[in-house]
C-alpha cells in the first residue's frame, strides 16, 4: 500500500443527491453573490501580470486576491506540495511556525465501481494528491450515501453565501424581505422575466470598463457585501462549450452537435479547457451611495452597478434601524427610481450620490404587506412555524454549541484559551457504553427562543373593512392591539400611515385618540404607546441581526421535524388569515386570479438554452415553478384528505373521487373502473404514481425540446397516496378516447400512433435506452411505438405534444414476474427467482439499466479486442461467429478477455473503439471485412440491436399483459427476452454482491434506513430486494464486519412492514381519533406493556343526538373502530408476515422486546424510523419504552401528522458540469484552479437554486476542505459553519450527512485552536450518532478517535482512554485485528498511556500495533521503523521508571530521583494525529524530492512562459522545507510517514 497513492474518483452523481430545495421569491434574499458569465472553467492566465479572473464571492472565497495563499493558477501541487510565491502560508496554525504541505491519503486501495462517471484521472505523479474523502480514515462525508468510488467527492456538492465579514452579517443580509424583485412571480409578463436578473453578456457597445455584467436578481449579493476592491469578471468566450471533461451521457441534445456512437459511451478527450484562449476581463467597480433615511443618522451603503434598485430597498427593510420601513421610494436630486432599473442604467448615480428615503401614501396591499412585515419581525426568534413545518422553515441548532457565530466572534473567544479551564466531561449519556438514549437532547433549548413578548395581540379589527364614508377619509383598514402592560388599543391604517382610534371591542368610533400622533410605521406609533414594546422591540432586532443569515433564509422545500416541544399557541391574524382566506400560495401578488401551474411550467421549458445565461435563467425559472408548483400541490392535497375541498364527481363512491383545487388535479391511489384489474388492483393503484413521476424525472432529465411532461407531486398522507398534476388545457373537455393520439388507454388492447410523437420519443430513445417496436391493436394492425404502450400521447388545446402516464418506462423486473414457460438464468433461480409479487408493475430502476448496459460495455470491447488480437496473430483459425446464447456462455468468455488482453489490453480496446466507430459511421469497404466481422459477433454476443455498432436497448412491453407482437417481429422479441433474463440475472449476481463488498470495504457506510435505501438505488437495486440484500450479508464470509448494515437493514425492514400495515390502518381512522389511533399503533409497535387500551375519541365529548350516516364522506372521513381492537402480538404477527410477503424474509419475533434482543435494535432508533416514513410528530420528552405498567404514549403525545412528499428535483446541470471540472482538476493537482471552478459551480448553484440546497451544501464542504488543506483555516471553518447550518435546515437535524458536517467542523476548530468548541461539536455528533443507529457502527470509532485525540491534547487522560479504547474495539471488529486502522488504534492510546506515565500498558499496545505493521507492511516500511523507534523510547522510559522506583525501594526519602520525562502532547503533535485519522497527511520531504519537486515547478512555468515569475516561488518553497528539514530532523512517535523519494 502506497502512503502517498490517492484515489482520483469523481463526482458522477451529484444529480442524484437527496433532497433539493427552492425558496419563494419573498423571502429568498437578494443575499447570494452574482453569477458570472462564465461558460467555460476559469482558464488558466497566459501572461503572468494576467489578472485572476473576478472572484465571484468577494466575501467568502478571496482566493484571487491573497497571493499567499495556495498556488497560483498555472502552479502545480505535485503530491500535494503547495509551491507558495512568497513566503510560507500564512493563517492560524498549531505548532510549529512553518507548515508542510498537505496530501490526503489513501489508506485503502479503493476502485470506481461499474457505470461510475469518473473523471480523467491523474496519472503517476498527479495520483499521489489529494484524497478528500479517505475511505478509510477519512471523514466519510457522503460515503454513507452509497457512492462506489472511494473518494465520494460526488457527494461533495456545493453551496454558498455570500456573507459580509462574520461580524456584519446582521444588518446586510435582507433574508426577510416582503417585496419580490419578481412581483409578478412567474404568470407575470415577460418584463418581470426579464428583470429577474440573469446574468448578462457584455455588449461591445459598452465600451465603459463599468459597463454592464450580471444583474442582481434574488440571489445575488446584497449591495452592502460587495467589496471595495475592483473585481474583474471573465466573459464567455465566442461559441464557448463547458469543458472536455465534462461527460454528457448522450442526454444533452442541445449542447452536442451530434450523436454519441455508443450508448452513451463517448468518452472526453483530455483537454485543457483553456488552451490557447486567452481571458477576457471587464471592469465591475462597486462604488458608495449615503442614504438619507428620516429619523435616523445618513449612513454609507456599498453597492454594485449591476443591481436593481429593489436591491437596496430589501437591504433597508433588513437592516436593523431601518426595518420596520415598507412603504417608501427611493429619490435621487428629487427624481423617484424605478425599483426595477439596474443602477448602472439610472444618469447621475454615482461615488457619493446621496439617495433620500421618501415615505409614500399607504395603499389596503400596502397596508398588509406592513403589518405581515411587522408580524415576521416580532416573529423572527420564533421557532413555531419550524415546528409546524409551515413556510419552509426548519430547525438548526449549530449556534447552541458554537455558542454563537465562529467567525470573528470566535476568533475573540480563542486568545488564551489554553490557558483557559475547559469543561470536558461529556454529559452521562454521551460517554461510551451508556445504554441510555434521551429524546430531548436531539433539540435542545436555544436561548434565543425565550419569547421577548412585545406585544399581547395583534390582529384584525371586527370592523374591517372601513364604511364608505370612512374610505372617503383614507381609512384603509383597522387593527387591535393589546400591549404588553395590558392597554387595550384600536388602530387606523390610513393612506397617511397609523394612528390611534376611539373604537372598543363593541363601539365604533374611527376619530382619533390622544395622543394624537401620526406616524408612517406602526412601529414608530406602537414605540409611543407601549415602553416595554419599545424595549423589546429593539432588543428583538439585535438578536434578529446577529443571527447567522443561514438560519433565517426559507428552504426551498419544506423539512417535517419528527419530534417538537410542547409549544404554546399564540394568537397570529396573519396565519389566521391565510389559513381562511382564498391566498392559495402567496396569489396575492397576482391581480385577480391563480396561478396556471401548466402554463408556467411548461413556459419556463421552452425558455432558450443556448448559452449559459440563458441557460442559467431557464433553470432557475424551472426550479421556482417547480418549488411553488410543489408547495402548493402538498398544501392541495391535504385540503383534501382533510374533507376540505369539493370533489368534482361528488357522486361517485370516496375511493373513485377526483379533486381540482388551485388549477392542480387531484386523484387517489386507488383503483377506479378497474383499470388496474390485470396488474394487481389497489395494490398497482398505489405504486403506479410512483413509478410514473419516475418516468417524468428521467423524460424531464433528458429534456427533449417540443416534448412536455406534467407537473407531477405525489404525496402520502393519513395512510392516502394522492397524485397531483398540472391540468392539461383542453382536457377536461372531452373524453380521454378522443384526446389520446398516441399509445393505448387500456393496456395494449385498442392502440394508436402518431409520427410526431415517434420524432419526439426517438430522440429520448438512446439515452433511456428504448428500443423502437411494433406491436398488434385489436384489428391486428401493426402499430410503432417508441415506449411502452401505457404512456399517452395528448395534444393540448396549446399545441403542445403531452406525454403522461410513464410508469411503465423501464423494463420488467422478471425476478418478480413469472411468466408461464419462461425460465430465468440459473442465478435467479438458485436465489429462488422469479417471485410472484403483489402487483405486476414491478420495473427495473433507471441505474440498473445503465449499470447493465456500462457492463455490457465492458464486455463487447473484451470480446472484440480478443478476437483483434487473435486476427492480429494471423492464427490459422478465426473464432466463428459467438452465439446469442445464455449469460453462461458470455460469462464464460469475460474471464478469457481480462487473461488474454494482457499487455496489449489498452492498446487493443482502443483499437476496438476506434474500429467500432469507423463501422458505426459506415464508412465503407475502407473497414477490413474481417474486422467488421469481430464487431459483428462482438454485437450478437452482448445482445445489441446493432450488428455494426455496441446498442443496447430494452422493448418495455416485453411480458406486458394484454400487449402482443408481430410474427415478424418474433426473433427480436426472443432476443429482447433474453435481455431481460440477463438484466435480472445481472442485479443478483453484480449489483448485490457489489454493493455488499462496498460495505465491506466500507466505501458505502449507510448510518439510517435513508441512506442505506439510497445505496441500494444508487446501484439500480429496488427496495423489494432488501430481504436478498440480508441474505447475502448472513451468507457473507465477512458477516462480523458487516454487522451494522444487517442492523439497519433489519430495522428497514420492520419499519417499512409496519408502514405498510399503518397506511391501511390510518385509512379506517376519522379525524377525530387521530392522535388516539396513532398513539396506540406506537404503543403496539414500540411499548413492552402487554395489553394496551385504545381510547376512543368519544372519551372527550358525547354527542346528544346521532347523526345519520352519510354515504359520501371525505377521503380521511372514515368513522370505523376497528383499529382500537388491535393488540402488540397481533400486529408483530402482521409485521413477521409482511416481512415475509413482501421482503421474503423471516423475522420471528412475537413482540418488539424480542426483535430487539434478537438483533441488537434500538427502540429509539425504530421509533425515528417509522415517524420519518409516515409523517408522524412527537412530543419531546423521554419515553418509558420497557415499563410493564403503563403504555408508552399517550394520545397527547401525537402532535401532528405530516404529508410525505414525493417529486422531481431539478437540476443545475451547468453548475454540476463546472463542479465535476474543479473535482477533476483539484484530483490532478491544480487545487487552485479546483478551487475557482468549485466557487464558480457554487455560484452557478447558488443562481438556480437560491441559498439553500442539499448540492449546495456538499460544495461548500468541499471548499472548506480545500481551504484547510491550502492553509486558510479561517475560510475552511466558515464555509465549514455554512455547511452544517445547511445540512441541518434541509436534510434534518440528526441525518448522516449532519452528522459528518459536525465532524468536519470539528476538526477546523481545533486547528483554530477553539478546543471547546471543537469538544461540543464532537459530543453533539456522537448523540447524534447514538440516536440514529447506535454505538456500534465503524464510523463511531473514527469519531471516538476524534474525541479521545481532543481530550489527549487537554489532558483529560481518563476520558480520552475511554473514547480511544472504545474506538479500538469498533475498529477491530470491522476491519480485522490485522488491519492498519487497528494499529494506529493501539498507537493513539499507547500515546495516552505514556502521558499518563504507564509505560507497561503502553508498550503492550505499541507492540501489537508495531507486529501489525510489521506483518502487513515488512520491517523495512517507514510505519514499522517509525513503531521500532517509538517502542525503544517507551522502553528506555519504563527503565528510567523502573530504576527510579528501585531507587526509592533501597534508599527511603532519601533516595536521589531524576525527575520522568513525561510531557503533555502538544497541539501540533495531537493536530498532526487528527490529520492522519481524518485522511489528511502533511509529508516531510527529502532533498532529492525537493530537487524533483523544484525541477517540476520550473518545466510547467515555462511551458506556461512564466518562468521569470514562479522561480522565485520555487526558490522560496524550497528554502521554507529546507529550514522544516532543519527545524525538525526527525519526525515525532506517531507522525505521518515520509514521502515517496521521487515525484
Same mark, same amino acid.
Given at each position: ?60 472565497? *478571496? ?229 438619507? !433615511? ?19 430597498? %430589501? ?30 442604467? @439610472? ?6 450620490? +446621496? ?27 420564533? *421557532? ?56 430531548? &437532547? ?56 397609523? =394612528? ?28 409611543? @404607546? ?11 432586532? /439585535? /438578536? ?35 389559513? =381562511? ?63 376540505? !375541498? ?248 469475460? *474471464? ?15 483499437? +476496438? ?64 427476452? %433474453? ?58 464470509? &465477512? ?100 416481512? /415475509? ?41 423521554? =419515553? ?19 404529508? !410525505? ?43 438556480? =437554486? ?30 465549514? %459553519? ?16 449532519? @452528522? ?81 486502522? +487497528? ?78 520525562? !513525561? ?20 509529508? *516531510? ?59
Amino acid at each position: 500500500m502506497s502512503w502517498a497513492g490517492v484515489c482520483a474518483s469523481c463526482c458522477w452523481r451529484l444529480a442524484e443527491a437527496v433532497l433539493s430545495a427552492p425558496a419563494r421569491d419573498e423571502e429568498r434574499a437578494p443575499l447570494l453573490p452574482k453569477a458570472s458569465t462564465m461558460e467555460r472553467p476559469l482558464p488558466v492566465q497566459s501572461r503572468p501580470d494576467a489578472p485572476c479572473a473576478r472572484d465571484p464571492y468577494p466575501d467568502i472565497i *478571496p482566493i484571487n486576491r491573497a497571493s499567499s495563499e495556495g498556488p497560483r493558477a498555472g502552479e502545480r501541487r505535485v503530491l500535494g506540495i503547495e509551491m507558495p510565491s512568497s513566503g510560507s502560508l500564512q493563517g492560524p496554525r498549531v505548532g510549529s511556525a512553518t507548515r508542510p504541505a498537505a496530501v490526503l491519503p489513501a489508506d485503502l486501495e479503493l476502485g470506481t465501481t461499474r457505470g461510475e462517471l469518473a473523471c480523467a484521472q491523474a496519472s503517476g505523479a498527479e495520483q499521489g494528491l489529494v484524497k478528500l474523502e479517505a475511505s478509510s480514515s477519512g471523514f466519510k462525508a457522503g460515503s454513507w450515501a452509497g457512492s462506489a468510488g472511494g473518494v465520494d467527492l460526488a457527494n461533495e456538492a456545493p453551496f454558498t453565501y455570500s456573507s459580509r465579514e462574520a461580524q456584519d452579517w446582521g444588518p446586510t443580509c435582507e433574508l426577510e424581505a416582503q417585496a419580490s424583485p419578481w412581483p409578478g412571480r412567474w404568470g407575470a409578463a415577460e418584463p418581470d422575466l426579464a428583470s429577474a436578473g440573469s446574468p448578462r453578456i457584455p455588449q461591445e457597445e459598452h465600451p465603459n470598463p463599468k459597463g454592464p455584467g450580471p444583474c442582481g436578481d434574488e440571489s445575488s449579493a446584497s449591495p452592502e457585501q460587495k467589496r471595495e476592491e475592483t473585481r474583474q469578471q471573465p466573459l464567455p468566450l465566442p461559441g464557448g462549450e463547458l469543458p472536455a471533461v465534462m461527460l454528457l451521457n448522450g442526454d444533452c441534445l442541445d449542447k452536442k452537435s451530434e450523436e454519441p456512437k455508443e450508448n452513451g459511451h463517448e468518452e472526453a478527450e483530455p483537454s485543457d479547457e483553456a488552451s490557447g484562449q486567452e481571458v477576457i476581463v471587464i471592469q465591475d467597480t462597486g462604488f458608495t451611495v449615503k442614504i438619507l !433615511v428620516p429619523g435616523i443618522e445618513p449612513f454609507s451603503l456599498q453597492v454594485s452597478p449591476q443591481e436593481m434598485v429593489q436591491e437596496i430597498h %430589501q437591504v433597508l427593510m433588513d437592516r436593523e434601524d431601518t426595518c420596520h420601513r415598507t412603504c417608501f421610494s427611493l429619490q435621487l436630486d428629487g427624481n423617484v427610481l424605478d425599483n426595477f432599473s439596474e443602477l448602472r442604467t @439610472i444618469e447621475g448615480l454615482e461615488e457619493g450620490s +446621496v439617495l433620500r428615503v421618501v415615505e409614500e401614501p399607504y395603499t389596503v396591499r400596502e397596508a398588509r404587506i406592513h403589518v405581515r412585515h411587522i408580524r415576521d419581525l416580532l416573529k423572527s426568534l420564533d *421557532p413555531s412555524d419550524a415546528f409546524n413545518g409551515v413556510d419552509c422553515n426548519s430547525l438548526s441548532f449549530l449556534s447552541v454549541f458554537t455558542d454563537g457565530d465562529l467567525g470573528d466572534s470566535g476568533k475573540r473567544k480563542k486568545k488564551g484559551i489554553e490557558m483557559e479551564p475547559i469543561d470536558c466531561t461529556p454529559p452521562e449519556h454521551i460517554l461510551p457504553g451508556s445504554k441510555d438514549r434521551p429524546l430531548c &437532547a436531539l433539540q435542545p433549548q436555544n436561548r434565543d427562543w425565550k419569547p421577548l413578548q412585545c406585544l399581547k395581540v395583534l390582529t384584525m379589527s371586527g370592523w374591517n373593512p372601513p364604511p364608505g364614508n370612512r374610505k372617503m377619509h383614507g381609512d384603509l383598514m383597522y387593527l387591535f392591539v393589546i400591549t404588553a402592560e395590558d392597554r387595550h388599543v384600536s388602530i387606523t391604517a390610513s393612506t397617511r400611515g397609523f =394612528y390611534l382610534n376611539q373604537s372598543t371591542a363593541y363601539n365604533f368610533n374611527p376619530k382619533p385618540a390622544s395622543p394624537r400622533f401620526l406616524s408612517h410605521s406602526l412601529v414608530e406609533l406602537l414605540n409611543q @404607546i407601549s415602553p416595554t414594546f419599545k424595549k423589546h422591540f429593539s432588543l428583538l432586532q /439585535k /438578536k434578529r441581526v446577529q443571527r447567522h443569515p443561514f438560519e433565517r433564509i426559507a428552504t426551498p422545500f419544506q423539512v417535517y421535524s419528527w419530534t417538537a416541544p410542547q409549544v404554546e399557541h399564540a394568537m397570529d391574524c396573519v396565519r389566521a388569515e391565510d389559513a =381562511y382566506t382564498s391566498r392559495l400560495g402567496y396569489e396575492e401578488h397576482i391581480p385577480g386570479q391563480t396561478r396556471d401551474w401548466n402554463e408556467e411550467l411548461q413556459t419556463t421549458r421552452e425558455l432558450p438554452r443556448k448559452n449559459l445565461p440563458e441557460r442559467l435563467l431557464r433553470e432557475r425559472a424551472i426550479f421556482k415553478v417547480h418549488s411553488d408548483f410543489t408547495a402548493a400541490a402538498t398544501r392541495g392535497a391535504m385540503a383534501v384528505i382533510d374533507g376540505n !375541498v369539493m370533489a368534482i364527481n361528488p357522486s361517485e363512491e370516496t375511493k373513485m373521487q377526483m379533486f381540482i383545487w388551485n388549477n392542480i388535479f387531484f386523484s387517489l391511489g386507488f383503483d377506479v373502473r378497474d383499470h388496474y384489474k390485470d396488474f394487481g388492483g389497489d395494490v398497482a393503484a398505489y405504486v403506479a404514481p410512483t413509478n410514473d413521476l419516475n418516468g417524468v424525472r428521467t423524460y424531464n432529465a433528458v429534456d427533449v425540446e417540443g416534448l412536455y411532461t406534467l407537473g407531477t407531486v405525489v404525496i402520502d398522507y393519513r395512510g392516502y397516496r394522492v397524485t397531483a398534476q398540472s391540468i392539461i388545457p383542453g382536457i377536461l373537455e372531452r373524453e380521454q378516447e378522443q384526446s389520446v393520439i398516441y399509445g393505448s388507454i387500456d393496456f395494449g388492447k385498442t392502440v394508436v400512433s402518431h409520427p410526431r410523437y415517434l420524432e419526439l420519443l426517438e430522440k429520448t430513445s438512446r439515452p433511456l435506452k428504448i428500443q423502437r417496436h411494433r406491436v398488434l391493436n385489436d384489428r391486428d394492425e401493426e402499430v410503432e411505438l417508441c415506449s411502452s404502450v401505457e404512456c399517452k400521447g395528448i395534444i393540448g388545446n396549446d399545441g403542445r405534444h403531452y406525454i403522461l402516464d410513464l410508469l411503465r418506462t423501464f423494463p420488467p423486473d422478471l425476478n418478480f414476474l413469472p411468466v408461464a414457460g419462461e425460465e430465468l438464468p440459473e442465478d435467479c433461480r438458485r436465489a429462488g427467482f422469479p417471485k410472484s409479487h403483489r402487483h405486476k408493475l414491478c420495473c427495473l430502476r433507471q441505474e440498473l439499466v445503465d449499470a447493465f448496459v456500462e457492463h455490457r460495455y465492458l464486455l463487447f470491447m473484451k470480446l472484440a479486442a480478443i478476437q483483434l488480437m487473435q486476427h492480429k496473430a494471423n492464427r490459422a483459425e478465426s473464432p466463428g461467429p459467438l452465439e446469442n446464447g445464455t449469460s453462461e456462455a458470455r460469462a464464460s468468455v469475460t *474471464p478469457e478477455a481480462a487473461e488474454a488482453a494482457g499487455e496489449e489490453g489498452a492498446s487493443g480496446l482502443a483499437k +476496438v473503439k476506434e474500429l467500432a466507430e469507423t463501422i458505426a459511421s459506415d464508412s465503407g469497404p475502407a473497414v477490413d471485412p474481417k474486422s467488421r466481422e469481430v464487431i459483428q459477433n462482438a454485437c450478437k454476443a452482448v445482445g445489441s440491436v446493432s450488428s455494426t455498432s455496441f446498442d443496447i436497448r430494452f422493448n418495455p412491453d416485453i411480458f406486458s399483459p394484454g400487449v402482443r407482437f408481430p410474427e415478424s417481429c418474433q426473433d427480436e422479441v426472443r432476443d429482447q427476452k %433474453q435481455l431481460l433474463k440477463d438484466a435480472a440475472a445481472f442485479l443478483l449476481s453484480c449489483q448485490i454482491p457489489g454493493l455488499v463488498k462496498d460495505c465491506t470495504d466500507h466505501t458505502v457506510l449507510p448510518m439510517d434506513g435513508a441512506t442505506l435505501a439510497e445505496a441500494m438505488h444508487q446501484r439500480g437495486i429496488n427496495i423489494r430486494y432488501l430481504g436478498k440484500v440480508l441474505d447475502f450479508v448472513l451468507r457473507s464470509p &465477512a458477516r462480523p464486519q458487516l454487522d451494522h448494515i444487517y442492523k439497519i437493514g433489519i430495522s428497514e425492514l420492520i419499519t417499512r412492514s409496519a408502514k405498510h400495515i399503518f397506511k391501511t390502518y390510518l385509512q379506517g381512522v376519522e379525524l377525530s381519533g387521530l392522535s388516539a389511533a396513532i398513539s396506540h399503533f406506537l404503543n403496539c409497535f414500540l411499548s413492552s406493556f402487554p395489553n394496551p387500551v385504545a381510547h376512543l375519541p368519544a372519551d372527550e365529548l358525547v354527542s346528544k343526538k346521532k347523526n345519520k350516516r352519510r354515504k359520501n364522506r371525505p377521503p380521511g372521513g372514515a368513522d370505523n373502530t376497528a383499529w382500537a381492537v388491535m393488540t402488540p402480538q397481533e400486529l408483530w404477527k402482521d409485521i413477521c408476515q409482511e416481512a /415475509k410477503n413482501y421482503f421474503d424474509f423471516g423475522l420471528e419475533c412475537e413482540t418488539v422486546d424480542q426483535a430487539v434482543e434478537t438483533f441488537g435494535l434500538q427502540k429509539i432508533t425504530l421509533l425515528r424510523e417509522i415517524s420519518l416514513k409516515t409523517g408522524i410528530q412527537i412530543l419531546l420528552k423521554e =419515553y418509558s419504552f420497557d415499563s410493564r405498567h403503563k403504555p408508552a404514549f399517550t394520545e397527547e403525545d401525537v402532535l401532528n401528522i405530516f404529508p !410525505v412528499v414525493k417529486h422531481v428535483n431539478p437540476k443545475a446541470s451547468d453548475a454540476f458540469h463546472f463542479f465535476q471540472s474543479g473535482q477533476a482538476k483539484v484530483q490532478q493537482g491544480f487545487l487552485k484552479e479546483g478551487c475557482e471552478l468549485i466557487t464558480e459551480a457554487l455560484n452557478l448553484f447558488n443562481n438556480v =437554486y437560491g441559498a439553500m440546497h442539499v448540492e449546495i451544501c456538499a460544495c461548500l464542504r468541499l471548499l472548506a476542505r480545500l481551504h484547510y488543506i491550502m492553509g486558510d483555516y479561517a475560510e475552511a471553518l466558515s464555509n465549514q %459553519q455554512k455547511a452544517v447550518l445547511m445540512s441541518e435546515r434541509v436534510l434534518g437535524i440528526e441525518h448522516p450527512n449532519t @452528522i459528518q458536517e459536525y465532524m468536519h467542523l470539528a476538526l477546523y476548530c481545533f486547528a483554530s485552536s477553539q478546543l471547546s468548541t471543537a469538544l461540543s461539536l464532537l459530543y453533539r455528533a456522537r448523540y447524534l450518532l447514538l440516536l440514529v443507529f447506535g454505538e456500534d457502527h465503524p464510523e463511531m470509532a473514527l469519531l471516538d478517535n476524534n474525541i479521545g485525540l481532543v481530550l489527549h491534547g487537554v489532558m483529560e487522560y481518563e476520558l480520552a482512554l475511554r473514547f480511544l479504547e472504545n474506538a479500538l474495539a469498533i475498529n477491530a471488529k470491522y476491519h480485522g485485528a490485522k488491519s492498519l486502522k +487497528v494499529a494506529l488504534s493501539h498507537h493513539l492510546v499507547a500515546r495516552v498511556y505514556e502521558s499518563k506515565a504507564e509505560f507497561r500498558s503502553a508498550l503492550q499496545h505499541e507492540k501489537e500495533g508495531y507486529t501489525i505493521y510489521k506483518g502487513q507492511l515488512g520491517e523495512n516500511h517507514e510505519k514499522t521503523k517509525e513503531s521500532s523507534d517509538y517502542l525503544k523510547c517507551l522502553t528506555q522510559q519504563a527503565v528510567a521508571l523502573q530504576r527510579t522506583m528501585n531507587e526509592i525501594y533501597r534508599n527511603g526519602s532519601s533516595a536521589n530521583i531524576v525527575p520522568l520525562k !513525561v510531557t503533555a502532547p502538544s497541539m501540533a503533535s495531537v493536530l498532526e494525529q487528527l490529520h492522519i485519522i481524518n485522511g489528511i497527511l502533511f509529508i *516531510p520531504l527529502s532533498q532529492k524530492d525537493l530537487e524533483n519537486l523544484k525541477a517540476e515547478v520550473v518545466r510547467r512555468h515555462q511551458l506556461q512562459e512564466t518562468s521569470k515569475a514562479s522561480s522565485g516561488a520555487a526558490a522560496a518553497a524550497a528554502a521554507a522545507a529546507e529550514s522544516r528539514e532543519e527545524a525538525e530532523p526527525g519526525l515525532k512517535p506517531g507522525g505521518a510517514p515520509p514521502a515517496p523519494s521521487s515525484v
